[in-house]
């Protein structure tokens, strides 16, 4: 199945595949990264319009929470570190209490201070204000980026599902950072 | 991040990936995704621009309600800058994508869970 992509919109892009796989040869990686690759996949269309669904934000950005005097309240999290990488967020937390420890981003375009960029608890907060998103769930969920796709696959993903599931999501809203 | 999305579409819960890497997102057929081009570290918008942000999470939740098929993936018109520098630049020897303070960090920061994964091995854990 090819994928329905607006052909004629598509503008030029980076392609990350090639460049990272060129960057960290030269940097001396010997094996390649195999990225996800599949020609078909699931679906599951949406029960219900937006306005009425409950929304999970999930997302790989590294951010640690802060409390009411900017001092974090846990430690950085390091991947490989834990078995279990699924760090859950109240929802209705100030992004002010949230601080990026990201060096996943280019550096020198962007510097993840403003956090609704990649982790927006508060627009989404806002579209439920105003009645285009239903609701949110309690959790928004932090992932660590991960390279292992069976760590993933048998760990990261059934953890997200049962907290989703939990909280009787509608619809999961990703962020990769 | 797509595979995440696949686990879950594949047990009955949709979902939307808001990406700023489109050959990545693509070739895991992520089931649905809203491509902004760009650089990495804003896939749900502009710093400092509300308005931007928002345009791009209603973007993903019209696609929530709308694709019809998996691999379904849409572009946002935005453009990121004038210049064009950036994407030439990322994961390019000019601009080394970490800092060599970072990436030092990060070595450390791998073989310390490397050591703690082998003695948790070793524990019989």
Redesign the interface.
Known sequence: MEPATDVLNATDFVRYIDKTRAYYRHAGYVRDYRWAEFNDGPFTPLRKPVAESRVMLVSTASLVMLDEQGRPIEPPRVIGTNELEVFPVPSDLPVERLRSVSVDHDRVQTDMTDVDAYFPLTRLRELVAAGEIGSLAGEALRLLPNYSHRKVLQVDAPEVLRRAREQEVDAVLLSPV | ???????????????????V????T??????RAV?T?Y??????????D?EN??AI??T??RL??Q?????????T?YV?SDG?D??R?????E?P???PE?EAQ?QA??E???Q??LARRQAGD
């Open positions: 991040m797509s595979l995440v999305a696949r686990h879950l579409e594949e047990n009955g819960i949709p979902t939307v990936v808001y990406s890497a489109r050959d990545i693509e070739r895991a057929f992520t089931p491509f081009n650089p990495l570290g804003n896939p749900c918008g502009r710093p400092r509300p942000q928002r999470l209603r993903g939740l929530l309600e694709a019809a098929a998996p691999g379904t993936l849409v572009e018109p990121w064009r950036w994407m630049l990322i994961f390019s020897d601009q994508f970490l800092t970072a990060r920061e791998l310390r869970a490397r703690q994964k």
